[in-house]
Structure formats: C-alpha cells, structure tokens
C-alpha cells in the first residue's frame, strides 16, 4: 500500500480482468456503490483515486482520452486530448 494513501471505513470489492488480462480491484462504497478507489495487480502499491471521489470544481480538466469506443455519448472528447482507443 501506498505511503501517501490512508483507506480507512468500510468498503466492498469487485475484481475485474481487463482486456490485458490485469486484474483491477474497485473498492466501491457499500451504501451507495460509488468506486472509491481502484488498485491494480501490477503495480499493488499503487492507489488510484477517480477524480468524482473529488469535491473539487476548479479541478484541471483530463488531458488523456482512453476506451473512446466504450464511452458514453453523452462524453465530450475535445481535440486537444491524447486519444487512446
């Protein structure tokens, strides 16, 4: 686990294999179902946190685009992301 990174509370898992065949761990909130955060097998003491776990308005926008195909339609992807597919 991270040094940076303190989990703490209640929290369920869901283990997903990824197209590379990477397991990815969500641990999402048990109440509301929300991913809290995410690890990866690969690289264990990582902690990834989604930026909607965030209450931050002025947060940068995302610069890297991934999974366009699988996106939603209602996603904006401007021209000035890296775009990976």
Known sequence: MS???????RHRD????SDEGEGRTFHFCPDCGATV???LSTAPEV???PIGGF????FPPPTVSVYESRR???????AAMEHHD
Do not use: D, M, S
């Open 55 to 58: 209450a931050e308005p002025a």
């Open 47 to 49: 902690i990834a946190v």
């Open 14 to 17: 869901y283990v997903r294999i």
């Open 3 to 9: 040094t940076q990174v303190h989990v703490a509370g």
């Open 72 to 78: 939603h339609p209602w996603l904006a992807v401007t």
């Open 37 to 39: 955060f995410y690890t």
